[in-house]
C-alpha cells in the first residue's frame, strides 16, 4: 500500500554532506521523492515536530540541536514507505541498535546527532506532514 512519510535530514547530516548520500539510499530502495526543502527551522516548529518528546531529559538540547543550522525535510512515498525508511535509518541509537549498512549504522556515533529522522507510524508521518508541508 503507497504512504508518505516524513523525513529530516538533520544539521548533522547536511553539515557533514551526506544529503546526497541519504536521497540516493531513498531512490534506490525504489521510494520517490514528493517533496523536498532545505530549511532552518524555528523553535515553535521543532517543539511542534518534537511534541511527544516534550518534558524528556533530552528535550532542550534536541530541539536546540534541529533548530541550530539547516536541515531538509523530505516527503517521501511509496510502497510501505514508513517502515521502508526506518529500515533504512536503523535503530535511534547509531551504535546500540542501528546495524551497518543502515544510514545510522555507517554514519552515526551518538544519540542525538542520528542524521535522520522518519515518523514511526501512519498517524505520525500525517501530523509530521502537516507540520512541514501544510499545503501537500
Ligand atoms: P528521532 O528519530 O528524530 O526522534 C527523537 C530524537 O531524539 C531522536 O531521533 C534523537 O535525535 C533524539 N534522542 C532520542 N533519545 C535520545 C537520548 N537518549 N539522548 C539524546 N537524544 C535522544
Redesign the pocket.
Known sequence: MSERTLV?V?PDGVSRGLVGEVISRIERKGLRLAALELRTVDEATAKQH?AE?DG???FN??VE?ITGGPLVAIVVEGTRAISAFRQLAGG?DPVEKATPGTIRGDFGLE????L???S?SVESAEREIKIWFPAL
Open positions: 529530516l538533520k518534537y518528546h524528556k531529559s533530552f538540547d534536541l540541536f535511534t544519540v542525538q546527532f542520528n535522520v529522522h522518519g514511526d
